[in-house]
């Protein structure tokens, strides 16, 4: 009966009671598969209970092992036959294992030439491993998009998910997910570009109507822009954030912050006393026509991180860390991160530039405006104007 139970694949647990105390018969009743093997002349409760519990515990031990194989040829099989490029990394950053996918997205034919090597070495921008696996710990899975490198040289576009592999309750290894996004984000630049392009139009076109500055103000502001991303790209919990795609997407939204006021009358822009409270009121109209203006492009806002920025960046330049600001009298973080960087850059540019109603100040007195401001600003965002003043100076000296 035994040997019938097993060749058809049956693992329930068999306890053998029998009134023969044979050591022959035990051995073959347990190499025929018997999970114990029982004499009625000692049976007893007791023995017949420890005979189940310990039966029952090999038989769910046992399957829980032959659970695991299959769970692991399962998960071997997906990674091989995955079309997306899976790699498996040691705590130290070096490659033990690739799947095919990974090997033809990256253009190699020999896992020699991949195995052991450091990740960097196909990765660009990739930064400290160890920094990922920290924030990996926190977060379990972090999504990024990376720049590859392939055997010829070439780079292609990545989109990358990492997760902590924990063996023992512990991160043992990190597996990276990698899907060719190439061509979507070919695709994207060319659209961006264009975006750009008409952006500027309009940005020049609203310096030109305003009288305000020439086209040296939003190139400063693009520049201070740019320089505080960077910075805060460089911090928490930025750091995760804030990328070269970031930095130079702000940089061009920036440009647009007053767009809204080519709808401005000028004899407001350009009127030489302090403002009246009803052409006040009209002045912090411009964020919303701006936006206004722009919203036929920000439709498609959804698809461009661009786009996003552009939008925020118009809308809400001028509101305040504090919640003093327009025109939504936004509060600390409720105000987008674009906003609150070109709101510095700007306020920095005003200061240190001529209005119709007062000259320029030095680099000296606007600094001390925005040291005394402090509470108006993103405190990080101060900081890093604070800390590095002098190059904020030199920008303002080299574009004018």
């Known amino acids: 009966i035994l040997h019938h139970i097993r060749a058809k694949g049956i693992n329930i647990p068999v306890i053998v009671v029998t009134g023969s105390g044979d050591e022959g018969v035990a051995v073959a009743m347990m190499k025929a598969g018997a999970s114990d093997y029982l004499v009625k002349g000692y049976l007893s409760a007791e023995v017949l209970e420890k005979s189940v519990k310990n039966s029952l515990e090999q ?31 040691k705590l130290d950053g070096k490659i033990t294992y690739m799947n095919p996918s990974f090997m033809t997205m990256w253009g190699y034919d020999s896992e020699k030439d991949i195995i052991n090597k450091p990740i960097t070495d196909f990765i660009r921008e990739y930064g400290d491993f160890k920094q990922v696996i920290e924030n ?36 043992n290894q990190v597996m990276m997910s990698f899907i060719d996004i190439t061509t979507v984000k070919s695709a994207e630049k060319k659209r961006e570009d264009l975006y750009k392009g008409i952006m500027e139009v309009f940005a020049l076109r609203a310096e030109e109507v305003g009288n305000v500055e020439t086209a040296s103000h939003i190139q400063r ?68 026509l701006g936006a206004e203006m722009l919203s036929p492009l920000l439709k498609n806002k959804s698809a461009s991180q661009y786009l996003r920025l552009v939008e925020s960046v118009v809308l809400y330049h001028h509101e305040k860390w504090d919640g003093s600001g327009y025109p939504k009298g936004l509060k600390g973080e409720d105000i987008p991160l674009s906003a609150r960087i070109v709101a ?19 680099h000296e007195d606007a600094l001390g405006i925005i040291e005394a401001d402090k509470e108006k600003f993103d405190p990080r965002v101060w900081q890093i104007f604070v800390d590095n003043n002098a190059e904020f100076k030199k920008i303002r000296d080299k574009i004018t």
């Not at 990328?243 to 009358?265: C, E, F, Q």
Request: glycine content about 4%; hydrophobic content about 35%.
């Open 221 to 288: 502001i693009a520049s201070y822009t740019r320089f505080i991303a960077k910075k805060l790209s460089e911090i928490k919990p930025f750091d995760n954030y804030i990328n070269k795609k970031y930095i130079n997407d702000v940089g061009y939204a920036s440009m647009l912050h007053d767009v809204g006021k080519w709808r401005t009358p000028n004899e407001i822009l350009l009127k030489p006393s302090q403002l009246s409270e009803a052409e006040w009121t009209i002045i912090k109209q411009h964020p919303l």
């Open 59 to 89: 038989y769910n031990l046992f399957n829980q092992r032959r659970d695991r194989q299959e769970e692991l040829m399962l998960k071997d099989l997906a990674m091989k036959t995955s079309l997306s490029g899976i790699c498996v990394i």
């Open 136 to 171: 990996l710990q926190i977060k379990q899975t972090i999504l990024k998009e990376l720049t590859g490198k392939k055997s010829d040289g070439s780079e292609f576009y990545l989109q990358a998910l990492f997760s902590l592999i924990r063996q023992d309750d512990k991160p």
């Open 344 to 362: 510095l850059a700007d306020i920095y540019d005003a200061l240190t530039s001529d209005r119709s109603y007062r000259k320029a100040l030095s």
